[in-house]
C-alpha cells in the first residue's frame, strides 16, 4: 500500500471543518502576533482568519486535534510556514534574533 496522495488536511473534509468552525468560535485573537483576526474577511485576505496547527502536519502534527490547532491571520500563517512559533513571533517584530531552523531537542548524554 502505498503513501496518501494529496493534502491531508482535506483527507477528511467534515472532521476539518468542525475543527476550523470550533477554532473560529474558540478564538479571537491571531496566536502569532496576539492582534485581533476579522473572521469575516474573504479566504484570500491577508488578515483572514485561517487555522495554524502548532506542530506542523509536515513534522507529524495533526489538522484533526483541537489543541493543535489555533487561530491565526494568513499572513502569519504563511511567514511561519512549518517553522517554529518563537520563530514566527520574532519575525512579526522584526527580531533577528533566531534562526528559522532553531527547534529546542533534548539530546541524550551519551
Request: aromatic share 8%; with cysteine; proline share 7%.
Amino acid at each position: 500500500m502505498g503513501k496518501p496522495r494529496g493534502n491531508p488536511r482535506y483527507a477528511n473534509g467534515a472532521r476539518r471543518r468542525a475543527i476550523r468552525r470550533r477554532v473560529l468560535a474558540a478564538y479571537d485573537t491571531c496566536h502569532i502576533c496576539g492582534k485581533p483576526v476579522d473572521k469575516t474577511l474573504p479566504a484570500r485576505d491577508p488578515w483572514s482568519a485561517e487555522v495554524d496547527e502548532l506542530l506542523p502536519v509536515s513534522k507529524g502534527g495533526s489538522p484533526y486535534e483541537f489543541r493543535n490547532c489555533k487561530l491565526a491571520h494568513r499572513a502569519c500563517n504563511e511567514l511561519r510556514s512549518n517553522k517554529s512559533i518563537e520563530w514566527a513571533r520574532q519575525a512579526v517584530r522584526g527580531d533577528a534574533g533566531i534562526k528559522a531552523t532553531s527547534v529546542p531537542f533534548r539530546t541524550s548524554t551519551w
